[in-house]
């Protein structure tokens, strides 16, 4: 049996798509050749390409309002790819929650105006601010959020619906982390976009999915290759797209599907969540600092109470086939990354060793 991985990213894949990958990898479908191989331009990668867009558009629920696109570039370049496309130049208001929500504010500064909405770096990104006490600018070009802070593991159990705060400005949401872990009320959202490394494949492929009225409104110094009407345009073939990421992701896709789809996914995400939670809670040894109205479903970051013990609880773990629990070198400590990939029976086996190593060291 294969290690459990609970990497942030890149993470762990589901082991029948690795399998798939490898028979596939000299020769797909019958064709000669492996997928690294074709054309972007041909018919085997082109059917590649259209069911790969047709699964996550059924798999999400993508209103047919919405263009799917598969960049490059992963979440930091998006950071200053959405501001060249949507900000006009204009103020952009940012909901600072976390590392990655404060990346994107910094790096939107160098294009256009930006506008702290909220900012919970005091209480060290633990809590999320209601939407009702945002401070919003006048009439911002767009209000960001990360929907699931990677690092802080804190999320947006429910998207805001910035229309009944009177804001009728588009919502872009950075859902890297989460994407495909649950549903998405596209009702509230103009642009969502994601690096796939986390829940979808191998880095490398970007997700992006915008609202088409947000298409036509790059500032003119944004680059062609990362203007997302040229993009959409060409069916995401302006340039040569990450073709092997790409097709990997479409066995994700397929893989999602025989689980029963996204609605399945995240019955089994608030499952194994809690689980894991609840032992954390329950234990004298570990504390997870995150408020419970947003503790995020995909990454769990959590502390010894002794310090003195990470390294031993590291190496009892990689003995114990769990990979990678180290946490972000930004905040320390540990963090477990429960995505789509990681089954309820590798939460369950953390969940035992956390036990057994707190016994031990009691
Ligand atoms: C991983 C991550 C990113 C950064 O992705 P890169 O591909 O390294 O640029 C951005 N936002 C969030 C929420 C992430 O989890």
Known sequence: MRPYNFSAGPAAMPEDVLKEAAAEMLNWHGSGMGVMEMSHR???FGQIYAEAEADLRELLAVPSHFKLLFMQGGGLAENAIVPLNLSRGETADFVVTGSWSQKSAQEAARYCTTHEAANTKAGGFTTLVA???????AKPAYVHICSNETINGVEFHELPDLKALG????????????????????????????????NLGPAGLTLV????????????ICPSAFTYKTVADNQSMFNTPPTYSIYIAGLVFKWLKRQGGIAAMEARNLA???????????????VNRVDKSCRSRMNVPFYLRDERLNEDFLTGARSRNLLQLKGHKSVGGMRASIYNAIPIEGVQALVDYLRDFEQTRA
């Open 209 to 220: 999915a915008v609202r088409e009225d947000l298409l036509d409104r790059a500032l003119p």
């Open 131 to 137: 939407p009702s006490n945002w401070q919003l600018s």
């Open 42 to 44: 041909g018919k085997e």
């Open 272 to 286: 194994k969540a809690s689980l894991l939670y609840e032992a954390i809670d329950n234990s004298s040894l570990y």
């Open 167 to 198: 804001c009728d400005a588009p919502l872009v949401i950075d859902f890297s982390s989460h994407v495909a872990s649950r549903p998405v009320d596209w009702t509230r959202v103009g642009l969502a976009f994601g690096g796939a490394q986390k």
